[in-house]
C-alpha cells in the first residue's frame, strides 16, 4: 500500500525543521506480525521499490521487514517508560486528512491552559502549516516534516521529544500524519490511540479501515455541527464504531462550537491524574 502513497519514494526526514541525524529507510513494509498495545495492527503490505528483484523472496525478506517493526516496537517502549517517567499524558491523534485534528489539539489545549501544560508534536508529509497554527496560539510544539513516509514512528518521536522541556508538560499530544492505514500498524510510546472520524466524511470509515479504528482507545466522532449538512448517519456511524472499535470510549463533539467538549476534557484529566499515580 506505501507504494502507492508515496511512503519511502524518497525525501527527508526532518524534525523542527532540521534533518533527522538518521537516515530513514522504507524498503520493506510495515506490518508483517505486528500487535499494537492497544489491539491494532496493520494489515500487510508491501514497499516493494523498482529494484525489489534484487531481493529473494520468501524467509530472508521476512525477518528483515519483521526487524524493522520489531524495532520500532522496541523503542516505542522506551518512549513509554520515559514518558511515564516525567508522568506524562501521551496522546496519539490520528485520522484521515481533514478530520479536525489540528482544530480539536488546539481548543483542548486552549481549555486546559489553566489546569494543564500541553505540547505537541506534529507530523505531516509537507510544510509546517499545522505547526504554525499551533504555535501562534501559544501551545509549545516541534514540527516533524516526514517527506514522503506516510507515519510517525517511534523514533522520530523521541528525536522530536528531545526538543520539548517535558519537565514543564502534563500532556504531549502527538498529532500523527493524515492517513487511516499506515500509522495503524507503529505505536509510538502513547498512552491512548485517539482515532477521528468527521461527519464530513461518511458514516463507513470504521468498515473501510478496520485496522486503524480496532486500534483506538478513543473514537472521537468530530465536526457535530455540520452533520445535518452533511447528511450523516449517526446511529449507523455509531454501529460502525461499536462493531470495529467495541473496546473504545466514543465522544461526539464540535471543537469548533464547544458542543460536546467538557465531557473530553473531563476524559482527558482523569487519564492525567491516573497517569501521575
Given at each position: 500500500?506505501?507504494?502507492?502513497?508515496?511512503?519511502?519514494?524518497?525525501?527527508?526526514?526532518?524534525?523542527?525543521?532540521?534533518?533527522?541525524?538518521?537516515?530513514?529507510?522504507?524498503?520493506?513494509?510495515?506490518?508483517?506480525?505486528?500487535?499494537?498495545?492497544?489491539?491494532?495492527?496493520?494489515?500487510?503490505?508491501?514497499?516493494?521499490?523498482?529494484?525489489?528483484?534484487?531481493?529473494?523472496?520468501?524467509?530472508?525478506?521476512?525477518?528483515?521487514?519483521?526487524?524493522?517493526?520489531?524495532?520500532?516496537?522496541?523503542?516505542?517502549?522506551?518512549?513509554?517508560?520515559?514518558?511515564?517517567?516525567?508522568?506524562?499524558?501521551?496522546?496519539?491523534?490520528?485520522?484521515?486528512?481533514?478530520?479536525?485534528?489540528?482544530?480539536?489539539?488546539?481548543?483542548?489545549?486552549?481549555?486546559?491552559?489553566?489546569?494543564?501544560?500541553?505540547?505537541?508534536?506534529?507530523?505531516?508529509?509537507?510544510?509546517?502549516?499545522?505547526?504554525?497554527?499551533?504555535?501562534?496560539?501559544?501551545?509549545?510544539?516541534?514540527?516533524?516534516?516526514?517527506?514522503?513516509?506516510?507515519?510517525?514512528?517511534?523514533?522520530?518521536?523521541?528525536?522530536?521529544?528531545?526538543?520539548?522541556?517535558?519537565?514543564?508538560?502534563?500532556?504531549?499530544?502527538?498529532?500523527?500524519?493524515?492517513?487511516?492505514?499506515?500509522?495503524?500498524?507503529?505505536?509510538?510510546?502513547?498512552?491512548?490511540?485517539?482515532?477521528?472520524?468527521?461527519?464530513?466524511?461518511?458514516?463507513?470509515?470504521?468498515?473501510?479501515?478496520?485496522?486503524?479504528?480496532?486500534?483506538?482507545?478513543?473514537?472521537?466522532?468530530?465536526?457535530?455541527?455540520?452533520?445535518?449538512?452533511?447528511?450523516?448517519?449517526?446511529?449507523?456511524?455509531?454501529?460502525?464504531l461499536h462493531r470495529i472499535a467495541?473496546?473504545?470510549?466514543?465522544?461526539?463533539?464540535?471543537?469548533?462550537?464547544?458542543?460536546?467538549?467538557?465531557?473530553?476534557?473531563?476524559?482527558?484529566?482523569?487519564?492525567?491524574?491516573?497517569?501521575?499515580?
Amino acid at each position: 500500500m506505501c507504494q502507492e502513497c508515496g511512503c519511502g519514494i524518497g525525501g527527508e526526514v526532518k524534525i523542527g525543521g532540521r534533518p533527522a541525524s538518521a537516515a530513514h529507510s522504507h524498503s520493506t513494509h510495515h506490518g508483517d506480525g505486528h500487535s499494537h498495545e492497544h489491539g491494532g495492527g496493520g494489515a500487510p503490505h508491501s514497499h516493494a521499490h523498482d529494484d525489489a528483484t534484487a531481493f529473494p523472496p520468501g524467509r530472508q525478506t521476512v525477518a528483515v521487514q519483521r526487524g524493522l517493526l520489531e524495532k520500532n516496537e522496541r523503542l516505542a517502549e522506551r518512549n513509554r517508560g520515559f514518558f511515564r517517567a516525567k508522568k506524562l499524558l501521551v496522546l496519539n491523534v490520528l485520522s484521515s486528512p481533514g478530520s479536525g485534528k489540528t482544530t480539536l489539539i488546539q481548543k483542548t489545549a486552549a481549555i486546559l491552559a489553566s489546569r494543564l501544560r500541553v505540547g505537541v508534536i506534529v507530523g505531516d508529509l509537507a510544510t509546517d502549516n499545522d505547526a504554525a497554527r499551533l504555535r501562534e496560539a501559544g501551545i509549545p510544539v516541534v514540527q516533524v516534516t516526514t517527506g514522503t513516509v506516510c507515519h510517525l514512528e517511534a523514533e522520530m518521536i523521541a528525536k522530536a521529544a528531545e526538543r520539548l522541556d517535558l519537565d514543564a508538560l502534563d500532556v504531549l499530544i502527538i498529532e500523527n500524519v493524515g492517513n487511516l492505514v499506515c500509522p495503524a500498524a507503529y505505536d509510538l510510546g502513547e498512552d491512548l490511540r485517539i482515532v477521528l472520524l468527521s461527519t464530513t466524511e461518511g458514516e463507513d470509515k470504521p468498515l473501510k479501515y478496520p485496522p486503524m479504528f480496532h486500534s483506538a482507545d478513543v473514537a472521537v466522532v468530530t465536526k457535530s455541527d455540520l452533520a445535518a449538512a452533511a447528511g450523516f448517519d449517526r446511529a449507523q456511524a455509531l454501529a460502525a464504531l461499536h462493531r470495529i472499535a467495541h473496546h473504545a470510549r466514543i465522544f461526539e463533539l464540535s471543537a469548533r462550537t464547544g458542543d460536546g467538549m467538557p465531557a473530553w476534557i473531563e476524559y482527558l484529566e482523569q487519564q492525567r491524574a491516573s497517569a501521575k499515580r
